[in-house]
């Protein structure tokens, strides 16, 4: 008994280390007035903007894409259905810069099974330039925007990806989507980023042209997700993702079904495309180390009264510190709702495959794949394949 009590205290101590070593990584990282990123040069980019449905911010963040600091840029808003109702919102904005180097695009190039992928496709085979980069309607492109990707490219990546970190929810149930967003999802990413191992997020993929030529844009619906197919292909090419950013993604009102079913359907996902990866989400949050701690100091004998508050304490206060320096939305109400939903969370993940996207019913099941024939693969080749399955491979 006592070597199972000094393992839980042991499970314990490390998942109490990664939360403090991550938090501090992600203060450096996302911290509030940090140096401006300083590209050597500055290529001219396409901006593909899909878009589906209207969000209570649309004026805003797909405003800001004329906003960006940038000599040479394009926007492409794409849409897929001709009644779609942002449409008008699109044409007011093209009509209020006029003389600006933006278009609507209609309709769709269904290339896959992902509608998001299909409503893309149209932006990126008309694009005008070298460099593409798609943003989800609803983040907010800071001025330098596009400098942050140019800078993270040239810095020896294939891809440049950024999560998004949510601002200004309307609600408890939005504080409880920035909480997810904020120091628990983006804190990870940019930890595992600054250990080498980036992996894309689909509210901003950066790619080389030249990349998603002859038949790369078509990997893309490989996957359910396109960012976890972007992953596969980059990592498949012994090619480096690099995260920029964060850049804000507003929030708004929220209600508890539209957080959960989130949540839900990014797990799942995550389940179907790197297994790996999702399987130690079984520990997230606070309380499978603290169940650890309490039940190691119960099989060695030691009474410790002020265990359980000290160790919430130490948990807690570096990923309130984060929130701080980096100025995003402090609820600890919604971070403790997170935590204790976090087990919930990955349950539902494992329990199926569909969810629903913008109304439309999906699977995140893959769809079967011949075996590789790693006899004729360079060995670098096999294990780039191998890790491809596993972000933080």
Not at 46 to 70: D, H, K, M, N
Not at 86 to 99: I, Y
Not at 121 to 148: E, M, R, W
Not at 220 to 240: H, I, N
């Amino acid at each position: 008994m006592s070597v199972i009590g000094f393992a839980c205290l042991g499970l314990a101590t490390a998942a109490l280390a990664i939360q403090i070593i991550s938090s501090v990584i992600a203060m450096w990282r996302c911290r509030r007035n940090r140096p401006a990123a300083a590209p050597r040069h500055r290529p001219p980019i396409t901006v593909v903007r899909p878009l589906c449905g209207l969000e209570p911010f649309s004026r805003q963040t797909l405003g800001s894409s004329f906003a960006i600091a940038y000599p040479d840029y394009e926007i492409l808003f794409c849409v897929a259905d001709a009644a779609d109702p942002v449409l008008p919102l699109v044409r007011s904005l093209l009509a209020e810069h006029e003389g600006r180097a933006a278009r609507l695009l209609i309709g769709e190039d269904a290339i896959g099974a992902n509608p998001k992928l299909n409503n893309m496709a149209k932006g990126f085979h008309q694009s005008s330039h070298a460099h593409v980069v798609f943003v989800d309607s609803n983040v907010l492109t800071p001025p330098d925007y596009l400098d942050q990707l140019v800078a993270a490219l040239e810095a020896g990546a294939g891809m440049v990806s950024a999560p998004p970190v949510g601002l200004a929810p309307d609600g408890f149930w939005a504080e409880l989507e920035c909480a997810f967003l904020n120091s628990y999802q983006a804190r990870m990413q940019y930890a595992v980023d600054t250990l080498g191992r980036g992996f894309a997020q689909g509210k901003t993929l950066f790619f080389r042209r030249a990349d998603l030529d002859h038949g790369g844009f078509a990997q893309l619906a490989s996957e359910p997700a396109e960012d976890a197919a972007a992953t596969r292909m980059m990592r498949a090419r012994c090619q480096r993702i690099r995260l920029a950013g964060p850049f804000p993604q507003l929030v708004g009102p929220r209600s508890a079904r539209q957080v959960w079913k989130r949540q839900v359907r990014w797990a799942r996902l995550r389940r179907a495309s790197f297994p790996l990866f999702f399987a130690p989400e079984v520990l997230a949050g606070s309380l499978p180390p603290l169940a650890a701690l309490l039940a190691g100091l119960h099989l060695l004998g030691l009474a410790a009264p002020l265990a359980a508050p000290l160790f919430l304490a130490l948990w807690y206060a570096p990923e309130l510190l984060l929130l701080r320096i980096a100025g995003w939305p402090r609820s600890i109400a919604a971070i403790l709702l997170r935590d204790a939903l976090l087990p919930v969370v990955f349950i539902a993940g494992c329990a199926g495959s569909r969810f629903e996207w913008h109304g439309k019913a999906m699977t995140a099941a893959r769809a079967p794949a011949p075996a590789p024939r790693f006899a004729r693969m360079h060995p670098k080749l096999i294990w780039a394949r191998l890790a491809s399955r596993n972000p933080f491979a």
